[in-house]
């Protein structure tokens, strides 16, 4: 595997599973940066015997990979290295892949759906991202990002008819029949609150 990928999709119930637990996820951050069993049992205060284990653990699932060998005081030390710097847990692991179907006038407002475009959205981009990055090749995306503020919640309603007939308007001046297709998602909920 290619140890510069910036995101690796995890869609093998069993990789997630190795790669859960508190330890294993330590193991995984810390190796972003390439280590040894000995190197990271004195930063993380615990036996080398007890890393090993965990390391083999990761390695047969396929989220860290050897780097290099090198001879320390008559033995030969492994170094490795997590095969990215984030995993994305594949949607299709809970549920089963859809292409969500254009929302009806009641759907467009269902949380569900919502939910269920940014899985496949997820999905969609990391996979395509993964294969870029084993081409060499780069993912022509773009994101748009911004927040509102509605008096009423009425005005929710009306915002999103008058985006979905303006985003249909600038769909009609740019579609081209034999152009690359995107997709494009354009989604409101409310912010987070955070704590003060």
Do not use: C, W
């Not at 910036?6 to 995984?28: H, K, S």
């Not at 965990?54 to 989220?63: I, K, V």
């Not at 759906?113 to 022509?140: E, F, I, P, W």
Request: overall charge negative; hydrophobic content about 40%; charged content about 30%.
């Amino acid at each position: 595997m290619d140890a510069s990928k910036n995101m690796e999709l995890v869609g093998d119930p069993e990789q997630l599973r190795q790669a859960l637990t508190p330890i294993r996820r330590d193991l995984l951050l810390r190796l972003r940066t390439p280590a040894s069993a000995v190197e990271l049992a004195h930063d993380l205060d615990l036996p080398r015997q007890k890393i090993g284990y965990h390391l083999r653990q990761l390695e047969d699932a396929g989220l860290i990979e050897l780097v290099e060998t090198r001879r320390r005081r008559g033995f030969t030390e492994r170094v490795l290295k997590a095969t990215a710097t984030a995993y994305v847990i594949d949607p299709d692991i809970l549920t089963p892949a859809t292409t969500p179907a254009p929302p009806a006038d009641n759907a467009r407002h269902a949380a569900d759906h919502l939910v269920a475009v940014a899985s496949n959205a997820v999905r969609d981009v990391v996979r395509m991202q993964t294969n870029a990055d084993k081409t060499g090749t780069r993912l022509l995306t773009y994101t748009l990002e911004s927040e509102i503020r509605f008096a009423d919640p009425d005005d929710v309603h009306r915002f999103t008819e008058a985006l979905a007939a303006a985003t249909a308007a600038v769909i009609e001046q740019f579609d081209s029949p034999t152009g690359r297709q995107f997709r494009i998602v354009a989604a409101g909920y409310p912010t987070p609150r955070t704590k003060d």
